[in-house]
Protein backbone atom coordinates (compact mmCIF):
# COMPACT_ATOMS: atom_id res chain seq x y z
CA UNK A 1 0.00 0.00 0.00
CA UNK A 2 2.61 2.52 0.69
CA UNK A 3 4.34 1.78 -2.82
CA UNK A 4 1.15 2.10 -4.48
CA UNK A 5 0.23 5.42 -2.34
CA UNK A 6 4.07 6.97 -2.97
CA UNK A 7 3.05 6.33 -6.66
CA UNK A 8 -0.39 8.00 -6.57
CA UNK A 9 1.31 10.95 -4.87
CA UNK A 10 3.97 11.29 -7.11
CA UNK A 11 1.61 10.89 -9.80
CA UNK A 12 -0.36 13.79 -8.56
CA UNK A 13 2.64 15.64 -8.27
CA UNK A 14 3.37 15.35 -11.66
CA UNK A 15 0.28 15.97 -13.01
CA UNK A 16 -0.44 19.29 -11.24
CA UNK A 17 3.31 20.18 -11.98
CA UNK A 18 2.02 19.57 -16.13
CA UNK A 19 -1.22 21.79 -15.15
CA UNK A 20 0.16 24.91 -13.00
CA UNK A 21 3.70 25.17 -15.15
CA UNK A 22 1.44 26.09 -18.63
CA UNK A 23 -0.91 28.14 -16.85
CA UNK A 24 2.29 30.28 -14.35
CA UNK A 25 3.86 30.49 -17.74
CA UNK A 26 -0.05 31.47 -19.45
CA UNK A 27 0.02 34.13 -17.10
CA UNK A 28 3.70 35.47 -17.79
CA UNK A 29 2.72 35.51 -21.92
CA UNK A 30 -0.04 37.70 -21.28
CA UNK A 31 1.77 39.93 -19.21
CA UNK A 32 4.38 40.00 -22.40
CA UNK A 33 2.28 40.60 -24.71
CA UNK A 34 0.22 43.50 -22.79
CA UNK A 35 3.66 44.96 -22.44
CA UNK A 36 4.50 44.58 -26.18
CA UNK A 37 1.08 47.01 -26.92
CA UNK A 38 2.52 49.47 -23.80
CA UNK A 39 5.38 49.97 -25.46
CA UNK A 40 4.44 50.29 -28.75
CA UNK A 41 1.77 53.01 -28.05
CA UNK A 42 4.32 55.17 -25.91
CA UNK A 43 6.49 55.22 -29.29
CA UNK A 44 4.04 55.43 -31.81
CA UNK A 45 1.01 57.60 -29.70
CA UNK A 46 -1.66 55.23 -29.07
CA UNK A 47 -2.59 53.45 -32.25
CA UNK A 48 -2.45 49.95 -30.84
CA UNK A 49 -5.37 48.37 -28.90
CA UNK A 50 -5.47 44.99 -27.62
CA UNK A 51 -9.32 44.08 -28.16
CA UNK A 52 -9.38 40.42 -26.74
CA UNK A 53 -6.93 38.00 -24.80
CA UNK A 54 -8.12 34.87 -23.29
CA UNK A 55 -6.03 32.81 -21.59
CA UNK A 56 -6.42 29.27 -20.73
CA UNK A 57 -3.94 26.79 -19.59
CA UNK A 58 -1.90 25.59 -22.39
CA UNK A 59 -3.20 28.13 -25.08
CA UNK A 60 -4.48 31.23 -25.55
CA UNK A 61 -6.01 33.49 -28.27
CA UNK A 62 -5.82 36.92 -28.53
CA UNK A 63 -6.80 39.72 -31.23
CA UNK A 64 -5.31 43.38 -31.45
CA UNK A 65 -5.82 46.16 -34.06
CA UNK A 66 -4.18 49.40 -34.94
CA UNK A 67 -5.39 52.14 -36.56
CA UNK A 68 -3.31 53.32 -39.34
CA UNK A 69 -4.42 56.74 -39.64
CA UNK A 70 -3.25 57.34 -35.20
CA UNK A 71 -0.02 55.26 -36.75
CA UNK A 72 0.70 58.06 -39.59
CA UNK A 73 -0.17 60.96 -37.79
CA UNK A 74 2.64 60.32 -35.21
CA UNK A 75 4.95 58.99 -37.89
CA UNK A 76 4.33 62.16 -40.34
CA UNK A 77 2.77 65.12 -38.17
CA UNK A 78 2.25 67.20 -41.30
CA UNK A 79 -0.29 65.47 -42.88
CA UNK A 80 -3.31 67.19 -43.58
CA UNK A 81 -6.21 66.13 -41.94
CA UNK A 82 -8.43 65.25 -45.08
CA UNK A 83 -5.66 62.97 -46.08
CA UNK A 84 -5.69 61.14 -42.16
CA UNK A 85 -9.78 61.14 -42.96
CA UNK A 86 -9.61 59.08 -45.84
CA UNK A 87 -7.88 56.49 -43.73
CA UNK A 88 -10.35 56.69 -41.09
CA UNK A 89 -11.17 52.98 -40.75
CA UNK A 90 -8.18 51.46 -41.85
CA UNK A 91 -6.81 49.63 -39.78
CA UNK A 92 -4.29 46.37 -39.10
CA UNK A 93 -5.79 43.40 -37.37
CA UNK A 94 -4.03 40.48 -35.77
CA UNK A 95 -5.63 37.12 -34.62
CA UNK A 96 -3.10 35.13 -33.12
CA UNK A 97 -3.08 31.78 -31.42
CA UNK A 98 -0.64 31.17 -28.81
CA UNK A 99 0.37 27.72 -27.13
CA UNK A 100 2.60 28.10 -24.23
CA UNK A 101 5.29 26.04 -22.00
CA UNK A 102 8.39 25.60 -21.76
CA UNK A 103 8.76 22.81 -24.59
CA UNK A 104 6.22 23.36 -26.84
CA UNK A 105 5.48 20.43 -29.35
CA UNK A 106 4.85 20.38 -32.26
CA UNK A 107 6.99 23.62 -33.64
CA UNK A 108 4.38 26.60 -34.33
CA UNK A 109 7.19 28.87 -35.20
CA UNK A 110 9.46 29.15 -37.90
CA UNK A 111 12.69 28.17 -37.40
CA UNK A 112 11.95 27.61 -33.55
CA UNK A 113 15.07 26.89 -31.99
CA UNK A 114 15.39 23.58 -29.45
CA UNK A 115 14.74 24.00 -26.23
CA UNK A 116 12.54 26.05 -23.70
CA UNK A 117 10.48 29.17 -24.81
CA UNK A 118 7.99 30.92 -23.27
CA UNK A 119 5.14 30.77 -26.21
CA UNK A 120 5.00 30.47 -29.61
CA UNK A 121 1.63 32.02 -31.91
CA UNK A 122 0.21 31.84 -35.37
CA UNK A 123 -1.25 34.96 -36.67
CA UNK A 124 -3.33 36.03 -39.00
CA UNK A 125 -2.67 39.28 -39.89
CA UNK A 126 -5.26 41.31 -42.44
CA UNK A 127 -4.57 44.51 -43.38
CA UNK A 128 -7.39 47.18 -44.32
CA UNK A 129 -6.97 49.95 -46.90
CA UNK A 130 -9.18 52.12 -48.26
CA UNK A 131 -10.86 50.64 -51.15
CA UNK A 132 -9.71 53.24 -53.19
CA UNK A 133 -6.10 52.24 -52.83
CA UNK A 134 -7.27 48.24 -52.30
CA UNK A 135 -10.82 46.98 -53.11
CA UNK A 136 -9.83 44.00 -50.92
CA UNK A 137 -8.28 43.50 -47.77
CA UNK A 138 -4.44 41.89 -47.22
CA UNK A 139 -3.98 38.88 -45.21
CA UNK A 140 -1.07 37.34 -44.33
CA UNK A 141 0.03 34.50 -41.87
CA UNK A 142 2.98 34.90 -39.69
CA UNK A 143 4.95 32.64 -36.66
CA UNK A 144 6.08 33.85 -33.37
CA UNK A 145 8.40 32.95 -30.90
CA UNK A 146 8.18 34.34 -27.32
CA UNK A 147 11.63 33.46 -26.36
CA UNK A 148 12.51 33.63 -22.00
CA UNK A 149 14.87 36.69 -22.22
CA UNK A 150 12.44 38.92 -23.23
CA UNK A 151 13.25 38.10 -27.35
CA UNK A 152 10.18 37.80 -29.64
CA UNK A 153 11.01 36.68 -33.16
CA UNK A 154 8.57 36.66 -36.11
CA UNK A 155 8.36 35.17 -39.59
CA UNK A 156 5.80 36.03 -42.17
CA UNK A 157 4.96 35.16 -45.82
CA UNK A 158 3.21 36.66 -48.57
CA UNK A 159 1.83 34.02 -50.17
CA UNK A 160 1.95 34.04 -54.63
CA UNK A 161 -0.80 36.41 -56.37
CA UNK A 162 -1.75 39.65 -58.22
CA UNK A 163 -2.73 42.46 -56.23
CA UNK A 164 -4.27 45.92 -57.43
CA UNK A 165 -3.75 49.04 -55.78
CA UNK A 166 -5.81 51.92 -56.73
CA UNK A 167 -7.05 50.68 -60.35
CA UNK A 168 -4.00 51.55 -61.97
CA UNK A 169 -0.86 49.93 -60.15
CA UNK A 170 -0.75 45.87 -60.00
CA UNK A 171 1.74 44.18 -57.83
CA UNK A 172 2.61 40.53 -59.22
CA UNK A 173 4.52 37.98 -57.41
CA UNK A 174 5.17 34.56 -58.69
CA UNK A 175 6.32 33.61 -55.39
CA UNK A 176 6.01 33.88 -51.55
CA UNK A 177 7.29 37.18 -50.28
CA UNK A 178 8.81 36.56 -47.13
CA UNK A 179 9.86 38.56 -43.88
CA UNK A 180 10.97 38.52 -40.31
CA UNK A 181 11.20 41.08 -36.83
CA UNK A 182 12.79 40.49 -34.20
CA UNK A 183 12.58 42.80 -31.14
CA UNK A 184 12.27 42.75 -27.43
CA UNK A 185 9.21 43.70 -25.46
CA UNK A 186 10.28 47.38 -25.03
CA UNK A 187 11.37 48.34 -28.92
CA UNK A 188 14.73 48.81 -27.63
CA UNK A 189 15.90 47.37 -30.37
CA UNK A 190 14.41 46.09 -33.31
CA UNK A 191 15.73 43.65 -36.59
CA UNK A 192 13.68 43.80 -39.84
CA UNK A 193 13.96 42.00 -43.06
CA UNK A 194 12.08 41.62 -46.50
CA UNK A 195 12.59 39.07 -49.78
CA UNK A 196 11.25 38.38 -52.57
CA UNK A 197 12.83 35.89 -55.49
CA UNK A 198 10.93 37.74 -58.27
CA UNK A 199 8.29 40.75 -58.04
CA UNK A 200 6.76 42.79 -61.18
CA UNK A 201 5.25 46.82 -60.85
CA UNK A 202 3.06 47.44 -63.78
CA UNK A 203 1.07 50.31 -64.73
CA UNK A 204 -0.40 51.81 -67.82
CA UNK A 205 1.93 49.97 -70.04
CA UNK A 206 4.81 50.34 -68.17
CA UNK A 207 6.75 47.47 -65.94
CA UNK A 208 9.63 47.29 -63.71
CA UNK A 209 10.65 43.60 -63.08
CA UNK A 210 12.79 42.82 -59.78
CA UNK A 211 14.93 40.10 -58.97
CA UNK A 212 16.71 39.04 -55.97
CA UNK A 213 15.28 41.87 -53.71
CA UNK A 214 16.49 41.78 -50.11
CA UNK A 215 16.05 44.33 -47.32
CA UNK A 216 17.61 44.63 -43.74
CA UNK A 217 17.41 47.09 -41.25
CA UNK A 218 18.53 47.21 -37.84
CA UNK A 219 18.34 49.73 -35.13
CA UNK A 220 20.62 50.71 -32.31
CA UNK A 221 19.99 49.55 -28.87
CA UNK A 222 18.85 51.77 -25.69
CA UNK A 223 18.96 54.80 -27.91
CA UNK A 224 15.19 56.89 -27.86
CA UNK A 225 14.17 57.36 -31.52
CA UNK A 226 17.47 55.72 -33.09
CA UNK A 227 18.75 55.53 -36.91
CA UNK A 228 19.59 52.89 -38.27
CA UNK A 229 22.23 51.17 -36.53
CA UNK A 230 22.27 48.77 -40.08
CA UNK A 231 20.31 48.90 -43.41
CA UNK A 232 21.04 47.04 -46.48
CA UNK A 233 19.32 46.94 -49.84
CA UNK A 234 20.34 44.39 -52.15
CA UNK A 235 19.12 43.80 -55.74
CA UNK A 236 20.06 41.20 -58.13
CA UNK A 237 18.62 42.95 -61.13
CA UNK A 238 16.08 45.54 -62.34
CA UNK A 239 14.87 46.45 -65.69
CA UNK A 240 12.31 49.15 -66.52
CA UNK A 241 9.96 49.20 -69.76
CA UNK A 242 8.43 52.17 -70.68
CA UNK A 243 4.73 51.78 -72.24
CA UNK A 244 5.06 51.71 -76.34
CA UNK A 245 8.64 51.87 -76.52
CA UNK A 246 11.33 49.85 -76.16
CA UNK A 247 14.19 52.09 -74.61
CA UNK A 248 14.27 51.42 -71.00
CA UNK A 249 17.00 50.94 -68.77
CA UNK A 250 18.13 47.55 -66.74
CA UNK A 251 20.58 47.25 -63.72
CA UNK A 252 22.03 44.56 -62.03
CA UNK A 253 23.76 44.06 -58.78
CA UNK A 254 22.40 47.08 -57.18
CA UNK A 255 23.85 47.55 -53.07
CA UNK A 256 22.79 50.21 -50.71
CA UNK A 257 24.34 49.66 -47.05
CA UNK A 258 24.63 51.94 -43.98
CA UNK A 259 26.50 51.09 -41.05
CA UNK A 260 26.10 53.54 -37.89
CA UNK A 261 27.44 53.14 -34.54
CA UNK A 262 26.99 55.43 -31.54
CA UNK A 263 30.00 57.10 -29.16
CA UNK A 264 28.44 59.11 -26.18
CA UNK A 265 26.37 61.75 -28.08
CA UNK A 266 28.33 61.34 -31.76
CA UNK A 267 27.20 59.54 -34.32
CA UNK A 268 29.69 57.59 -36.90
CA UNK A 269 29.17 55.42 -40.11
CA UNK A 270 29.56 54.44 -43.06
CA UNK A 271 27.61 54.17 -46.35
CA UNK A 272 28.02 52.24 -49.80
CA UNK A 273 26.44 52.44 -52.62
CA UNK A 274 27.04 50.23 -55.76
CA UNK A 275 26.06 48.96 -59.09
CA UNK A 276 27.29 46.20 -61.17
CA UNK A 277 26.04 47.86 -64.51
CA UNK A 278 23.52 50.04 -65.77
CA UNK A 279 22.04 49.64 -69.33
CA UNK A 280 20.99 52.49 -71.35
CA UNK A 281 20.00 53.13 -74.92
CA UNK A 282 22.35 50.09 -75.53
CA UNK A 283 24.94 51.94 -73.57
CA UNK A 284 26.25 50.13 -70.81
CA UNK A 285 27.72 52.22 -67.61
CA UNK A 286 29.81 50.58 -64.78
CA UNK A 287 30.78 49.06 -62.36
CA UNK A 288 29.98 52.01 -59.89
CA UNK A 289 31.44 52.35 -56.15
CA UNK A 290 30.26 55.01 -53.94
CA UNK A 291 31.49 54.34 -50.75
CA UNK A 292 31.83 57.23 -48.00
CA UNK A 293 31.78 58.22 -44.16
CA UNK A 294 30.46 60.26 -41.60
CA UNK A 295 32.41 60.70 -38.28
CA UNK A 296 30.93 62.97 -35.32
CA UNK A 297 27.41 64.01 -36.26
CA UNK A 298 25.64 65.12 -33.00
CA UNK A 299 22.34 62.61 -32.36
CA UNK A 300 21.19 64.53 -29.89
CA UNK A 301 21.30 68.14 -32.08
CA UNK A 302 19.79 65.83 -34.89
CA UNK A 303 16.91 64.74 -32.66
CA UNK A 304 15.70 68.44 -31.55
CA UNK A 305 16.08 69.23 -34.72
CA UNK A 306 13.78 66.35 -36.03
CA UNK A 307 11.16 66.71 -33.03
CA UNK A 308 11.67 70.89 -33.94
CA UNK A 309 10.30 70.20 -37.54
CA UNK A 310 7.79 67.55 -36.25
CA UNK A 311 6.27 70.16 -33.90
CA UNK A 312 6.22 72.38 -36.87
CA UNK A 313 4.46 70.06 -38.88
CA UNK A 314 2.24 69.47 -36.31
CA UNK A 315 1.17 73.18 -35.33
CA UNK A 316 0.54 73.65 -39.32
CA UNK A 317 -1.71 70.61 -39.52
CA UNK A 318 -3.74 72.07 -36.54
CA UNK A 319 -4.26 74.83 -38.57
CA UNK A 320 -1.80 77.36 -36.93
CA UNK A 321 -0.35 80.24 -39.06
CA UNK A 322 2.99 78.40 -41.11
CA UNK A 323 4.47 81.84 -41.31
CA UNK A 324 4.37 82.44 -37.39
CA UNK A 325 5.79 78.22 -36.77
CA UNK A 326 8.23 78.70 -39.35
CA UNK A 327 9.50 81.73 -37.94
CA UNK A 328 9.65 80.62 -34.62
CA UNK A 329 11.70 77.37 -35.86
CA UNK A 330 14.15 79.49 -37.63
CA UNK A 331 14.64 81.65 -34.48
CA UNK A 332 15.53 78.21 -32.63
CA UNK A 333 18.02 76.59 -35.60
CA UNK A 334 20.94 78.71 -34.61
CA UNK A 335 21.34 77.58 -31.27
CA UNK A 336 20.99 73.76 -32.72
CA UNK A 337 23.36 74.46 -35.53
CA UNK A 338 26.07 75.82 -33.01
CA UNK A 339 25.80 72.04 -30.68
CA UNK A 340 25.86 70.53 -34.29
CA UNK A 341 28.65 71.86 -35.20
CA UNK A 342 30.75 72.28 -32.01
CA UNK A 343 31.28 68.90 -32.49
CA UNK A 344 32.90 69.16 -35.38
CA UNK A 345 31.16 66.92 -38.49
CA UNK A 346 32.87 65.55 -40.76
CA UNK A 347 31.61 63.88 -44.34
CA UNK A 348 34.24 61.89 -46.57
CA UNK A 349 33.74 60.69 -50.06
CA UNK A 350 36.07 57.64 -50.26
CA UNK A 351 36.78 57.44 -53.59
CA UNK A 352 33.99 57.30 -55.28
CA UNK A 353 34.63 55.07 -59.52
CA UNK A 354 32.13 54.79 -62.14
CA UNK A 355 33.32 53.54 -64.84
CA UNK A 356 31.73 54.98 -68.16
CA UNK A 357 32.20 53.92 -72.06
CA UNK A 358 34.31 56.92 -71.99
CA UNK A 359 36.80 56.15 -68.90
CA UNK A 360 36.26 56.27 -65.26
CA UNK A 361 35.22 59.15 -63.31
CA UNK A 362 36.80 59.33 -59.57
CA UNK A 363 35.71 61.96 -56.99
CA UNK A 364 37.28 61.87 -53.09
CA UNK A 365 37.51 64.13 -50.97
CA UNK A 366 36.14 65.46 -47.32
CA UNK A 367 33.41 68.34 -46.26
CA UNK A 368 34.01 69.10 -42.29
CA UNK A 369 33.35 71.94 -39.62
CA UNK A 370 36.24 72.98 -38.03
CA UNK A 371 35.22 75.38 -34.88
CA UNK A 372 38.50 76.79 -33.57
CA UNK A 373 35.97 78.99 -30.49
CA UNK A 374 32.96 78.08 -28.90
CA UNK A 375 30.23 78.64 -30.44
CA UNK A 376 26.92 79.98 -29.93
CA UNK A 377 23.93 81.80 -31.51
CA UNK A 378 25.54 84.80 -31.99
CA UNK A 379 28.25 83.20 -33.97
CA UNK A 380 26.21 82.83 -37.32
CA UNK A 381 25.75 86.64 -37.77
CA UNK A 382 28.87 87.54 -39.32
CA UNK A 383 29.36 85.37 -42.58
CA UNK A 384 33.52 85.46 -42.54
CA UNK A 385 33.34 84.02 -39.14
CA UNK A 386 30.64 81.29 -40.92
CA UNK A 387 32.97 80.77 -43.63
CA UNK A 388 35.52 80.21 -41.51
CA UNK A 389 34.07 77.25 -39.87
CA UNK A 390 34.04 75.11 -42.75
CA UNK A 391 36.62 73.15 -44.97
CA UNK A 392 35.95 71.19 -47.79
CA UNK A 393 38.61 69.54 -50.08
CA UNK A 394 37.56 67.77 -53.63
CA UNK A 395 39.62 66.23 -55.78
CA UNK A 396 37.52 65.62 -59.57
CA UNK A 397 38.51 63.94 -62.55
CA UNK A 398 37.51 63.56 -65.98
CA UNK A 399 38.26 61.99 -68.53
CA UNK A 400 39.65 64.14 -72.00
CA UNK A 401 36.90 62.45 -74.80
CA UNK A 402 34.02 63.24 -72.62
CA UNK A 403 35.03 66.98 -71.50
CA UNK A 404 36.10 67.28 -75.42
CA UNK A 405 32.79 65.56 -76.54
CA UNK A 406 29.96 66.82 -74.73
CA UNK A 407 31.30 69.50 -72.23
CA UNK A 408 32.18 71.34 -75.34
CA UNK A 409 29.14 70.17 -77.25
CA UNK A 410 27.57 73.54 -79.00
CA UNK A 411 24.45 72.41 -77.90
CA UNK A 412 24.69 72.57 -74.36
CA UNK A 413 25.19 76.47 -75.08
CA UNK A 414 27.53 76.91 -71.80
CA UNK A 415 27.59 80.76 -70.85
CA UNK A 416 31.24 80.07 -69.83
CA UNK A 417 34.36 77.25 -71.24
CA UNK A 418 33.78 74.61 -68.32
CA UNK A 419 37.32 73.65 -69.45
CA UNK A 420 38.18 76.59 -67.85
CA UNK A 421 37.94 75.14 -64.70
CA UNK A 422 39.71 71.47 -65.34
CA UNK A 423 43.33 71.25 -65.45
CA UNK A 424 44.70 68.71 -68.47
CA UNK A 425 46.96 66.36 -67.06
CA UNK A 426 47.47 63.51 -69.71
CA UNK A 427 44.40 61.77 -70.90
CA UNK A 428 42.47 63.29 -67.90
CA UNK A 429 40.92 66.38 -66.87
CA UNK A 430 41.32 67.49 -63.47
CA UNK A 431 39.51 69.62 -60.55
CA UNK A 432 40.32 70.21 -57.07
CA UNK A 433 38.59 72.20 -55.26
CA UNK A 434 40.10 73.65 -51.72
CA UNK A 435 37.94 76.05 -48.58
CA UNK A 436 39.72 76.75 -45.65
CA UNK A 437 39.80 80.02 -43.36
CA UNK A 438 37.33 81.81 -46.10
CA UNK A 439 39.27 80.90 -49.10
CA UNK A 440 38.13 79.22 -52.14
CA UNK A 441 40.66 77.67 -54.34
CA UNK A 442 40.25 75.75 -57.69
CA UNK A 443 43.38 73.86 -58.48
CA UNK A 444 45.47 76.47 -57.01
CA UNK A 445 44.46 79.54 -57.94
CA UNK A 446 42.60 81.83 -55.34
CA UNK A 447 38.67 82.73 -56.63
CA UNK A 448 37.15 85.64 -55.08
CA UNK A 449 33.83 84.99 -52.94
CA UNK A 450 31.52 88.23 -53.44
CA UNK A 451 29.67 87.63 -50.05
CA UNK A 452 33.19 87.93 -48.18
CA UNK A 453 34.69 90.76 -46.98
Not at 4 to 29: E, F, K, M
Not at 231 to 253: D, Y
Request: hydrophobic share 45%; with cysteine.
Amino acid sequence: MKTRTRLRIASLVILLLLISVPYVIGRVTEQRYQRIIASLNAQYGDAAVLERYERGVFSSTAETRIDISSLLRHLAPGLPQEQLDVLTGCVIRTRSSLRHGLLIFPNLAARQPFGPVLATSRDVITVTLPAQIAPRPLTLTSHTTFHLDRRIETAFSIPPGDHLFADALTVISPADITGSLRFDDRFSYVQARLATPQLTLASEGARVALCGLTCVVETLQNVPQPPPAHSALTLSACTFTPPNQRAGFCLSNLLMSSEIVRSNALLHGTQLAALGTLVVADTTYGPITLPSALHNFHAIALQRLQNLMHDAQRNIAAGANPTAVMGLMMASLPELLAQFLQAAPCFEFNDWRAATPHGPFPLRGTIAAEPRTQLSAFSFLNVNHVLRLFTADLHLSLPQSFVEDTLRSETLNWPLDPTTLLHKQNDQYTFHLVFRDGKLLINGAEVDLPFAD
